[in-house]
């Protein structure tokens, strides 16, 4: 099993729609939790810190489900700037290795 | 610039040949990891250097690749005898501090081995 598995996509939606991306992880012992966005062709940046009480920023919302050992974002209205590679980042236990998952790509559509 | 700068951008070489690529972090900043992506694919951890510490080498996926961080600052990823399983795009990223979980990333450098 993967340490960090994400559905590749892509999700293909409307402007305006709502989307929600999951992550699983396979160490519960994992204490870091991140999600970044990797435009085209692009390097990776992050978007959000992922906090266990849930944390929101403007359109986007993050969520941490430990006994399940998945995260999640939520991104609502979307636009079409949204459109890139949505990264799940989850720390190695014990340690700031950080593992990237493969990615989500979203493409919102006018 | 005040970036995370790569080079070279772009390097053409042969399977067998040696290749050095080259990562200069943001100043101030005391980690500093490499990853490299495939086509199409997610980032695959190669290692990162915190501080003085004792690097975390664990993702350098063979003994044909090293990694050195010189005075805390530039770092040198070298991959010797390239095959061409080695192409992929070389991801440097820095941080201030590696607890922060907020990597600024370079603009990479792109292998080809032909």
């Known amino acids: 099993r993967k340490e960090v598995e994400q559905d590749p996509g892509p999700f293909n939606v409307p402007e305006g729609a709502t989307v929600a991306f999951n992550c699983t992880y396979s160490?519960?012992?994992?204490?870091?939790f991140f999600w970044y966005r990797q435009d085209c062709r692009k390097e990776p940046k992050l978007l959000m810190s992922?906090?266990?009480s849930g944390n929101e920023d403007g359109r986007f919302t993050a969520q941490l489900n430990r006994a399940s050992q998945y995260i999640s974002l939520l991104i609502r209205d979307s636009k079409l700037s949204d459109s890139a590679t949505y990264l799940c980042v989850v720390n190695g236990v014990g340690t700031y290795k950080y593992i990237f998952g493969t990615g989500t790509r979203l493409k919102v559509l006018a | 610039g005040a970036g995370v700068s790569q080079s070279p951008s772009n390097k053409v070489t042969e399977k067998g040949k040696d290749v050095e690529l080259r990562c200069d972090p943001i100043s101030g900043h005391t980690a500093l990891y490499w990853y490299r992506q495939s086509l199409g694919q997610g980032l695959e951890f190669l290692i990162y250097?915190?501080?003085?510490?004792?690097?975390?080498k664990s993702g350098l996926p063979s003994d044909r690749f090293s990694a050195e961080r010189t005075g805390g600052s530039v770092s040198t990823l070298t991959i010797q005898r390239t095959q061409q399983e080695d192409s992929a795009v070389y991801l440097c990223a820095s941080s201030f501090n590696a607890n922060t979980g907020e990597l600024f990333f370079g603009e990479g450098s792109r292998l080809t081995v032909l």
């Open positions: 250097f915190q501080g003085n510490s004792a690097p975390d």
């Open positions: 992922v906090y266990s």
């Open positions: 160490n519960s012992a994992s204490q870091s």
